[in-house]
């Protein structure tokens, strides 16, 4: 069966360009995560999708940043105005419901190079 | 100020041998534990769980051990294998909370022939 997959699975970019990070979930999952994760660190929660809606975007780093989600399937996190900071991995994740009785699912990641 | 701390960057174990992987806690209000296993540009695989009332689950070859009152627990993997080689993360959320899980910073594994 499909799993999580994402797209571009690299993407380099000059700073100040606006980048657009795609995610399918799992059919049928209807919560969906984006994670960030930044050379030698750990996994940093960005956002999350129960159905199409986000109910909490504290997580965003900053107001640059903003994700929405279609028929409680695709999607897909922006990036305007990149930084050098914003260089990191992208994962998306999604599993059956949210909470913590699901696990998650995760894409292979977006690599994102912001030159 | 991190939540969730794994603080061997690394460990290196003998084929056949147990490799013991370590992860500290600092929020008591996490109930909810997970292992990921990722290897290099692929994402994080699911390996194992356990919730906060129980203090062992297994599975196959993995055994994840639960300490409430020292806010630690642990992976073990036994017989080691070459492909258990990678990185495993610990991660933890708590009932109330988006889902979102909270992760270590990981622990490489090698796992020697």
């Known amino acids: 069966g499909a799993g999580v997959s994402q797209s571009p ?7 100040g360009k606006d980048v657009e990070l795609r995610c399918d979930p799992i059919s049928g999952h209807t919560a969906l995560y ?7 660190q750990g996994l940093e929660f960005l956002i999350y999708f129960q159905g ?8 965003l780093p900053s107001d640059r940043f903003s994700a929405e989600r279609t028929g409680e399937s695709v999607s897909t996190l922006t ?5 050098q900071e914003d260089s990191a991995v992208y994962l998306c994740a999604s599993s059956l419901v949210t909470g913590t009785s699901g696990a998650q699912y995760f894409g292979p990641g977006t690599r994102l190079l912001v030159l | 100020d991190q939540q969730v701390k794994q ?8 084929e056949g041998r147990i490799s013991i992987l370590n992860c ?5 209000m996490f109930d909810y534990f997970l292992w990921y296993k990722k290897y ?13 009332i129980k203090d062992k689950n297994e599975d196959g070859r993995f055994t994840v051990f ?6 630690h627990l642990s992976l073990h993997i036994v017989p080691s294998q070459p492909g258990d080689s990678a990185v495993y993360f610990c991660a933890a959320s708590r009932t109330g909370s988006q889902g979102n899980l909270i992760f270590g910073k990981g622990t490489k594994l090698s796992v020697k022939p």
């Open chain 2, 66 to 71: 639960l300490n409430k009152s020292a806010k």
């Open chain 2, 24 to 28: 500290d806690y600092t929020n008591s």
């Open chain 2, 7 to 14: 603080n061997s960057p690394s460990l290196s174990v003998q």
């Open chain 1, 52 to 59: 199409n809606s986000a109910p909490d975007k504290s997580g």
């Open chain 1, 79 to 83: 990036i305007q105005r990149t930084q």
């Open chain 2, 40 to 52: 290099p540009a692929e994402g994080p695989t699911f390996l194992i769980s356990i919730s906060s």
């Open chain 1, 34 to 40: 984006w994670y960030r994760q930044r050379l030698g």
């Open chain 1, 9 to 15: 699975s690299n993407k380099v970019t000059e700073k």
